[in-house]
């Protein structure tokens, strides 16, 4: 199998100022969904907005199953998170016909259930308007002046969109076995699923690291496509004008890369040229996606960090909060700041 190494990917504000460690205890990494629409109150499928600690989300879901008597399928979330973490998110759980079980007899020490409503239709990936982050990032050590500068640079001018390391698996193994799985290799639904992941988020991080280094992550380029923040709609402009550079300033749009596969090209010019340098220097992974089925889609190369607020508990802690759109990784926010 070939080996692909995942690169450390460009900096937008110079590199780390510090060291620290994450996730010393769950507890210093707690997470919050947002979802971009409020249940109903009435229909087949309770909604549970359930706070969990030290599981998975799939462990979750499949003791959900059994809790409530229904088939694994007929349990849904909008979005995997992290083990390692106190997490709140939401679960639906399809019960036609029958009323709520006891949801406070699903409680256990990992796992409680904060909040119960019903809705009519079951709960889709990716319906999140964001999530919340309250991290602590302990024995710190750096230069403090410099990462205050640093954060707020991101406050301002937000951060590269890059996608999360723990995307590509321990050591970039899952973009490796993507090839090895575009060569024949057989693989289960899951597993094929999360290979497709990580070699379109390679290109894709590929495609950014080429427009930080060219300083143009933030900054139009002749034939972009921009997208809405907040939002997935998105429009094409061959020659950025005033308002374009005004909306890109103002950070009401953002441009964007690639996710790649089957499907027409929706850039053109000097963008559609990074790009496509990008995708001519990894054939094998983007004939395979294509092969494999994969739609094309885009994603913004910059991402909005809102409400970010920081302070030093104590000189070897630094508290972080703030809240990415969904899709977007925290880890991207801390990789600016330390190693």
Known sequence: MQNIEIPVWPYVYGGPSGTGKIRSLPEDFIVKENLSFEPSGAGEHAFLQIEKKGENTEYVARQLSRFANVRQRDVSYAGLKDRYAVTTQWFSVWLPGKADPDWTRFESDSAKVLHAVRHARKLKRGVLSGNSFKLNIRNW????????????QIKVNGIANYFGSQRFGNEGQNVSRALAMFEGAKVGRE???????????????????ERVTQNSWNQPV????YQFDLSHSCFQSYQPDAEIIRRLTTK???PTGVLWGKGDADISADALDIEQAVIDAHQQLAKGLIASGVDRDRRALRVNVQDLCWQFVDSATLELCFTLSAGSYATSVLRELIV
Request: without cysteine; charged residues 20%; hydrophobic residues 40%.
């Open 141 to 152: 050590q750096g230069d403090q002046a410099e990462t205050i500068q640093q954060l707020e």
């Open 222 to 225: 002749a034939g972009d496509t």
């Open 191 to 209: 597993q094929r699923s999360i290979y497709l992941s990580a070699a379109r988020s390679y290109l894709f991080n590929l495609i950014l690291a």
């Open 252 to 254: 009401e749009i953002h």
